[in-house]
């Protein structure tokens, strides 16, 4: 399952390119988005995509906890929840994934904030699991996770560790680490595109200087 915002969502939400716009965040989300249905659909295994439209809750646990239970109510008895903030997921860790969720009933993917890029567990262990009061959203939620997967019981395997994206920082990290060709690429050329957008929305702010030598310099007008 990927539970993802909409990508104008996240183009409002997050900073990829902190000097572009919100549609060209929103087009650095919507490659995300794109590249982790190809993955997740590479794997093999039914595919079901959560997006904000299907999503109900006041909070993040509720919106997530609701969609787990919809899609375990379609008569699945592992699932796998994956984001769209990690490109370096591939298939092939999918497909271990659920290998390790079909054999313990428990798998976790840390991602290098605290966080948890993947999580797999079966119906059972979500029933029993209090979703609300878990730290989403934070840096302790993997271990967290890992902790109330171990009170029940469960035999938690663990993939390696990824780093996922919510920034700009972020977005220049994982371009310098092994990437997907097409993924690379279309991620680079959205990361340049803002790059020359934001040179060319200062260049009436230097002209405007140039009038106005006479003036204490002041910095460019704020968008």
């Given at each position: 399952m990927l539970f993802t915002r909409s990508a104008g969502e996240e183009g409002?939400?997050?900073?990829?390119?902190?000097?572009?716009?919100?549609?060209d965040n929103a087009a650095v989300a919507a490659r995300l988005i794109a590249h982790a249905t190809a993955t997740a659909r590479q794997a093999g295994v039914d595919f079901v995509c959560v997006d904000s439209a299907r999503q109900q809750g006041a909070t993040f646990g509720e919106r997530l906890a609701g969609a787990v239970r919809a899609t375990f109510a379609r008569g699945?008895?592992?699932l796998l929840i994956i984001g769209n903030d990690c490109?370096?997921?591939?298939?092939?860790?999918?497909?271990?994934?659920?290998?390790?969720?079909?054999?313990?009933?428990?798998?976790l993917g840390p991602a290098t904030d605290g966080g948890v890029y993947l999580l797999g567990l079966?119906?059972?262990l979500f029933e029993s699991t209090p979703w609300l009061t878990l730290p989403?959203?934070?840096?302790h939620l993997g271990a967290a996770l890992h902790r109330q997967l171990r009170r029940l019981g469960a035999a938690v395997q663990q993939l390696p560790t990824l780093a996922?994206?919510?920034?700009?920082?972020?977005?220049?990290?994982?371009?310098r680490q092994p990437l997907a060709r097409p993924l690379r690429r279309g991620l680079h050329r959205?990361?340049?595109?803002?790059r020359r957008g934001a040179r060319?929305?200062?260049?009436?702010?230097?002209?405007?200087?140039?009038?106005?030598?006479?003036?204490?310099?002041?910095?460019?007008?704020?968008?």
């Open positions: 409002a939400r997050k900073r990829f390119l902190s000097h572009g716009s919100r549609a699945y008895e592992h490109p370096q997921l591939t298939a092939a860790t999918l497909r271990r994934a659920v290998a390790a969720v079909q054999a313990t009933g428990a798998v079966s119906r059972p989403w959203q934070t840096r996922d994206i919510d920034d700009e920082a972020g977005l220049a990290r994982a371009l959205l990361r340049t595109a803002g060319r929305g200062l260049q009436p702010a230097r002209c405007l200087r140039g009038r106005v030598a006479a003036r204490p310099h002041r910095g460019p007008p704020a968008c």
